[in-house]
């Protein structure tokens, strides 16, 4: 009888997938936090930056409007007709008797005016306000708050205009100075060029340079 060799069947041979390490994932889970912590703040910076006007990257190394140009704003036009210094009281001119007195230009410092118009050629009344203005001093840090003003706060009706002056204390250094005008509907700043005022020299006479 013929005999029946067996014949012989080779086991499957499994290939197990290498599985990835500890490290490697916590590498990948530590990028993907920081990632997340970068886009976050990202986020919240470009936020702050919207809400607040973004005031502090405005700050101008160069302007592109001077005194007399009509320049456009979202409701019309704004225009800077001249820059002057204010007379005013200092103590010295009081003879240190300044205790109690409002309104006083400290040692250091002069007091300029800007004198501007604003005109709404739209078809419907805006709200306008002098805290839209600022001032920067050029070669510095400094922007500064109005002290006071005569263009006030209010509602501009259609096809008028307003005019006022708005004041500052500055350094009298005689740098140049620049006016800011924050026009919020269209989200930027402005900036005119005022040139430089500098405070009245030992004859009296304003030693400013001469206006653009």
């Known amino acids: 009888m013929a005999s029946r060799r067996a014949g012989t069947v080779a086991a499957p041979v499994v290939r197990q997938r290498p599985q990835p390490s500890r490290g490697r994932l916590s590498d990948r889970l530590l990028l993907v936090v920081f990632a997340s912590i970068f886009l976050a703040s990202l986020g919240l910076i470009l936020s702050l930056v919207v809400l607040f006007g973004g005031e502090t990257a405005d700050h101008p190394e160069g302007t592109s409007y001077r005194i007399g140009d009509d320049i456009a704003v979202s409701f019309g036009t704004l225009k800077v007709t001249s820059v002057d210094e204010v007379a005013g009281l200092s103590p010295e001119a009081l003879s240190g008797q300044d205790h109690g007195i409002g309104g006083l230009v400290p040692e250091g410092r002069m007091e300029i005016q800007a004198s501007v118009i604003l005109g709404n050629t739209s078809s419907a009344p805006v709200r306008y306000s002098s805290k839209a203005f600022r001032l920067a001093v050029m070669g510095t840090d400094e922007t ?69």
């Not at 006016?179 to 030693?207: C, F, I, K, M, N």
């Open 144 to 212: 500064l708050e109005p002290v006071s003003s005569t263009l006030g706060d209010g509602d501009l009706a259609a096809g008028s205009s307003v005019s006022g002056a708005i004041r500052f204390v500055v350094p009298a250094s005689g740098v140049e100075h620049v006016l800011l005008y924050r026009d919020r509907s269209r989200q930027e700043t402005l900036a005119v060029s005022l040139g430089t005022v500098a405070a009245p020299g030992p004859s009296g006479h304003d030693e400013s340079t001469p206006h653009p």
